[in-house]
């Protein structure tokens, strides 16, 4: 098992009504503590990075190690680049060997939105590379990209039908009231406009800011279409907390192999819990092996 298109795989998970996770991953370790996860629980997977991680370890590097951990595994896995601005990068990364990029143009004007989504589908798409693209504004933080609660914005159900129509692209992450990190109240996820939008595009839709979502409440948006649930925050608290707890317990014990094996531990239950959620366990086939 190699690398694989994000595309089939999620086109797959919605006519099924199932969910697919994406993990950002930050260290080469997470990269295989979510497959054995996905492995344990027969389940497609994509690894994700944001550009901050590509800027510390490199695309080619972790190409490699993503490529190395899913034959270990046999787990069909994809590897995604997530909101991503900058063109440069973008080509850094599909030539490396990512399966799947996200061309974030959600700030500029939807005329723009749509010719730098054109820009980047006329490099991804003969190459076989999923491309998602991101309508509204996700609020919170990603990296570099910071959107405020007030400056969020939901995805309009008719511009999103003329987005993909106007460029084709293969996924779409429309603002649906969702924000990235942990929520400070309640989540106020628009279903209603979930299900509009489901009506008017085929094409699998993006769940952003799936960290602490009520777990109904992804499996609501699971079933309306959201065949790609993001999940960043979660992960990386639960495996750096038990880092945490280790050195308060034990300040003395140095060994990486000790605190480490905690990470893994944690990392993994928490990304058999997120796996279960979407519905993915057992959905590993034939066609993708």
Known sequence: MTLISTTPMLEKARADKHGIVAFNVH?????????????EMKSPVILQTTVGTVRSLGAKNIVEVAKSASE????PTGLHLDHCTDFQVIKEAIRAGYTSVMIDASMHPFEENVARTQEVMKLAKSLGVNV?????KVGGVEDDIVVAEEDAQKAIPAECRQFVELTGVPTLAPAIGTAHGIYKGKPNIDFDRIADIADLVDVPLVLHGGSAVPIEEVKRCVSFGMAKVNVSTELKNAYSKAIKVHFEQEPDSLDPRAYLQKAKEAAIEMAKSKIKMVGSENKVVPSFV
């Open 132 to 136: 998602e693209a991101e309508l509204g």
């Open 27 to 39: 260290s080469f370790d997470s990269i295989y503590w979510v497959l054995e996860a996905a492995a």
């Open 72 to 75: 270990h595994f046999s787990i």
